[in-house]
């Protein structure tokens, strides 16, 4: 069985890692809290309730911690995720409640409770994370791993030339995170999947088809760029209409930076490679964030040559294989979706 702590910013990449996670079989969610990012903490924390109720997974705790980065005040996305973090999709109001408890404290006490047992998985600016190393620097070793979706090396920014959107909203705290791993041993670094692997993973219409086929829908799942921009998924499987519906607005987004009618699904990604179950290979090397200066605020740096004299302190993903992603979601998400119809 495999444990889970996860802290998102759930976000329409978000969603779907959440939803293919629960789908794994024999998955257990220790904790999910909520960063706030590309929408506010509070909205966060209600899709990631309802997306969780939705799966059947209806008794995970999930917390807010941070309500803004450490430093800088917020900034939210909802061009690209929508105004509700979820596209077009209209999740049900959740019928649980969050957790009273602070997420940064939540996570320390899970940690702390199974040490070795909980992989960690970040798919949001690393807010939290920092804090609850701030306030526990064991957590490097009482966590089985941790895997982090942000950054940008070698490849464009999404948010500005040369800055990832995880790590521009809260880079003072991507630096904190960093620095804490330095001197690790490199079976403890965190793994990175940042933008130069994670834009690989282009979602497109056609994998929404295959996965509404492999739920059983009784309708295909026909979500093509000549239709109006919001048309609603008619599917007769809830999971697929929700999913269709989140992704129809991402496909949308990235058709408006001249990417083409597709996906870049980020966090899938990431919860793939903290499941063990995407296939990827990493590099050792030694990141910095740049925190402050206007022009490069939340541009991450690596050194995979040992310049700056410094050991590492991440293991950054240099290569995966999107046609196996894509065939594992279709055939565990497929699975999920057809069980909760
Ligand atoms: C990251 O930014 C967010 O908008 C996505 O959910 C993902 O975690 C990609 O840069
Ligand atoms: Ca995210």
New binding site residues.
């Given amino acids: 069985m495999a444990a889970f702590l996860l802290d998102v910013?759930t976000?329409i990449?978000?969603a779907l890692a959440l939803v293919y996670l629960a789908a794994l079989p024999d998955t257990e969610f220790a904790a999910v809290t909520a960063s706030p990012?590309?929408v506010d903490a509070d909205q966060v924390a209600r899709n990631t309730l309802a997306l969780l109720e939705l799966c059947g997974r209806p008794d995970v705790e999930v917390a807010i911690g941070a309500r803004a980065p450490l430093s800088i005040p917020l900034l939210t996305?909802p061009e690209?995720?929508g105004p509700q973090g979820i596209g077009h999709a209209v999740l049900p109001e959740p019928q649980g409640r969050l957790s009273p408890r602070n997420a940064v404290d939540l996570w320390i006490e899970k940690a702390r409770g199974r040490p070795g047992e909980l992989t960690a998985l970040i798919?949001?600016p690393l807010t939290n994370f920092a804090l609850a190393l701030r306030q526990e620097p064991d957590l490097p070793e009482l966590l089985a791993g941790v895997v982090i979706?942000g950054g940008s090396f070698y490849y464009q920014g999404?948010t500005t030339p040369t800055a990832?959107?995880?790590t521009h909203v809260d880079p003072h705290a991507a630096k904190e995170v960093y620095a804490a791993y330095r001197g690790r041993p490199v079976d403890r670094l965190p793994v990175v999947c940042s933008?130069d692997t994670?834009e690989r993973m282009e979602l497109r219409p056609e994998h929404l088809r295959l996965l509404a086929e492999a739920a059983g829908a009784s309708v295909p799942e026909l979500v093509l760029p000549e239709q109006p921009e919001g048309q609603r998924s008619t599917s007769d499987n809830i999971v697929i209409r929700h999913l269709s519906d989140a992704l129809r607005f991402y496909f949308e987004f990235h058709r408006l930076y001249d990417q083409g009618y597709l996906a870049h699904v980020?966090?899938f990604f990431a919860a793939g490679v903290a499941a063990g179950t995407l296939e990827y290979s990493a590099r050792p090397a030694t990141v910095d964030v740049e925190a402050d200066s206007p022009l490069l605020a939340g541009t991450t740096v690596a050194d995979f040559r040992g310049l700056w004299g410094f050991p590492p302190n991440a293991r950054i993903v240099t290569d995966n294989n999107p046609a196996q992603a894509f065939t594992e979601l279709v055939s565990t998400v497929g699975r999920l979706a057809r069980e909760r119809g």
Wanted: charged share 25%; hydrophobic share 20%.
């Fill in positions: 910013d976000g990449d978000d990012g590309n996305t690209t995720h798919t949001a979706m999404n990832e959107w995880n933008l994670t980020h966090d």
